[in-house]
């Protein structure tokens, strides 16, 4: 087998990534007992991440943390992929308990979604660190999947829609996780002024807009909305309903 040539970078053990996160790895027989342990390291990162953003984060960084140099960490962490997959396992922590919410699959599952809505709020970097692409996954973010498929197994749903619910409900979670991460009050405010101003003159080739902004659609903190729903809350009642009629169809 050729060796890796030079300029090019040596593929990924992902096994070695699974092992870490699992607590799987190969502990030392030899040598003094470790100072430190991939979790502590990884709640060092998220504390840092939560304060300064994922960008903010690097072995330097961590590392000064706990007054030890960054080659340290190594003995512990191979690199920076691995350090932010242990963030997301650290940050998510334990899915919610939910017996307290009855044995229906509605409440169940909307409990679920606020908690998960509480993580991103707590945690905007997940949105970056968590990319849709499939990535090594710890057993904090395996038992999520898993309660939110356990919730929707009694409606008689396929596997196949039960996870394609589950990926909406985490999809309305993330966009307005986006949201908040993006949401600038200055620049919303010059927004909201310069549309107002546009649709003043334009009033009649937008009706439907115009009236809608009237009507407080843009109103902060969804204080137009009809119902008095937050966009969270709104979103995925929606969602829930949509659902509640795939169960209700007959076949389905």
Same mark, same amino acid.
């Given at each position: 087998?050729?060796?890796?040539?030079?300029?090019?970078?040596?593929?990924?053990?992902?096994?070695?990534?699974?092992?870490?996160?699992?607590?799987?790895?190969?502990?030392?027989?030899?040598?003094?007992?470790?100072?430190?342990?991939?979790?502590r390291?990884?709640?060092?990162?998220?504390? #840092?991440?939560?304060?300064?953003?994922?960008?903010?984060?690097? %072995?330097?960084?961590?590392?000064?943390?706990?007054?030890?140099?960054? %080659?340290?960490?190594?003995?512990?962490?191979?690199?920076?992929?691995? #350090? *932010?997959?242990?963030?997301?396992?650290?940050?998510?922590k334990?899915?919610?308990?939910?017996?307290?919410?009855?044995?229906?699959?509605?409440?169940? #599952?909307?409990a679920?979604?606020?908690?998960?809505?509480? *993580?991103?709020?707590?945690?905007?970097?997940?949105?970056?660190?968590?990319? %849709?692409?499939r990535? *090594?996954?710890g057993p904090?973010?395996?038992a999520?999947?898993?309660?939110?498929?356990?919730?929707?197994?009694?409606?008689?749903?396929?596997?196949?829609?039960r996870?394609?619910?589950?990926?909406?409900?985490?999809?309305?979670?993330?966009? #307005?996780?986006?949201?908040?991460? +993006?949401? +600038?009050?200055?620049?919303?405010?010059?927004?909201?002024?310069?549309t107002?101003?546009?649709? *003043?003159?334009?009033?009649?080739?937008?009706?439907?807009?115009?009236?809608?902004?009237?009507?407080?659609?843009?109103?902060? +903190?969804?204080?137009?909305?009809?119902?008095?729903?937050?966009?969270?809350?709104?979103?995925?009642?929606?969602?829930?309903?949509?659902?509640?009629a795939l169960?209700?169809?007959?076949g389905?």
């Amino acid at each position: 087998m050729a060796g890796t040539r030079a300029g090019e970078k040596k593929a990924r053990d992902l096994r070695a990534g699974v092992a870490l996160l699992w607590g799987e790895q190969d502990q030392p027989t030899r040598g003094p007992k470790p100072s430190l342990t991939p979790h502590r390291i990884a709640e060092a990162a998220v504390e #840092l991440a939560d304060a300064e953003g994922l960008d903010a984060v690097s %072995m330097n960084k961590v590392a000064a943390a706990f007054g030890v140099s960054a %080659m340290a960490l190594y003995r512990y962490v191979p690199g920076k992929t691995e #350090l *932010v997959e242990l963030m997301v396992e650290a940050a998510v922590k334990d899915a919610p308990a939910l017996a307290a919410e009855g044995s229906e699959w509605r409440p169940r #599952l909307t409990a679920w979604a606020r908690s998960c809505w509480e *993580v991103y709020r707590g945690h905007p970097w997940l949105l970056a660190a968590t990319a %849709m692409r499939r990535q *090594v996954m710890g057993p904090h973010q395996l038992a999520w999947l898993d309660a939110a498929l356990g919730i929707l197994e009694p409606t008689g749903l396929t596997a196949p829609q039960r996870h394609q619910i589950f990926l909406l409900v985490m999809g309305h979670v993330r966009s #307005l996780a986006q949201q908040l991460a +993006d949401f +600038d009050e200055e620049h919303e405010r010059q927004w909201l002024a310069l549309t107002g101003e546009l649709l *003043v003159r334009q009033a009649d080739r937008f009706p439907a807009l115009t009236r809608a902004v009237d009507a407080g659609v843009f109103a902060p +903190d969804g204080e137009g909305a009809a119902d008095g729903d937050d966009p969270f809350e709104f979103g995925l009642s929606r969602i829930l309903d949509g659902v509640q009629a795939l169960i209700d169809r007959p076949g389905s």
